[in-house]
T-cell receptor
Framework: AQTVTQSQPEMSVQEAETVTLSCTYDTSESDYYLFWYKQPPSRQMILVIRQEAYKQQNATENRFSVNFQKAAKSFSLKISDSQLGDAAMYFCAYRRNSGNTPLVFGKGTRLSVIA | GAGVSQSPRYKVAKRGQDVALRCDPISGHVSLFWYQQALGQGPEFLTYFQNEAQLDKSGLPSDRFFAERPEGSVSTLKIQRTQQEDSAVYLC???????????????????FGPGTRLTVT
């Protein structure tokens, strides 16, 4: 079975600074996707960034970028120029690439942004 | 509507009561997922529909949990004889492609609703 581990229950960052959230996963599959989701207090799960396992290039979306290390099964999220609106729970998730398959989530990291 | 909606947003039930949670997916979305998110945890998969067919119910924790999507759009998650351990946020997600489609990864992106917070007292 696939598992996703987030070892940092809580993180904090000063506004405008950079923070990195860690994620490791375990799978025997070679073809899969990895995601970072943001969940604010409203509970709405919002997709932040997606990485296809077959792509060597790390995904970027504006201030958000990932460091994908396939051999190490590591998938960290870097948030640059942190903003107050970035404060939320962040979940790392995995999905096997076999049609429309369910997401497997980590336990999450609560990010606080300090003004 | 523009997004996935769920109702009610909050539900308090006495132990032993039955509850029904509703999910309205994005119009035209073929696939629908239910997840359970316990306090302080990540969401965990419960069940998956493609149109009206329930293709995977391996995550349902007990036979007290039942889900349906009779017309391939709105889905209802029913929990019978609720227990305290059922207290959680129940999230619904929909996506636009079926399991047999070969279009790129973004076609399988799951769009989440705001969830229903169930508290069993």
């Amino acid at each position: 079975a696939q598992t996703v581990t987030q070892s940092q229950p809580e993180m904090s960052v000063q506004e405008a600074e950079t923070v990195t959230l860690s994620c490791t996963y375990d799978t025997s599959e070679s073809d899969y996707y990895l995601f970072w989701y943001k969940q604010p207090p409203s509970r709405q799960m919002i997709l932040v960034i997606r990485q296809e396992a077959y792509k060597q290039q790390n995904a970027t979306e504006n201030r958000f970028s990932v460091n994908f290390q396939k051999a190490a099964k590591s998938f960290s999220l870097k948030i640059s120029d942190s903003q107050l609106g970035d404060a939320a729970m962040y979940f790392c998730a995995y999905r096997r690439n076999s049609g429309n398959t369910p997401l497997v989530f980590g336990k999450g990291t609560r990010l606080s942004v300090i003004a | 509507g523009a997004g996935v909606s769920q109702s009610p947003r909050y539900k308090v039930a006495k132990r032993g009561q039955d509850v029904a949670l509703r999910c309205d997916p994005i119009s035209g979305h073929v696939s629908l997922f239910w997840y359970q998110q316990a306090l302080g945890q990540g969401p965990e998969f419960l069940t998956y529909f493609q149109n009206e067919a329930q293709l995977d119910k391996s995550g349902l924790p007990s036979d007290r949990f039942f889900a349906e999507r009779p017309e391939g759009s709105v889905s209802t998650l029913k929990i019978q004889r609720t227990q305290q351990e059922d207290s959680a946020v129940y999230l619904c997600a929909s996506s636009s492609r079926s399991a047999t489609s070969a279009v790129g990864p973004s076609s399988y992106e799951q769009y989440f609703g705001p969830g229903t917070r169930l508290t069993v007292t």
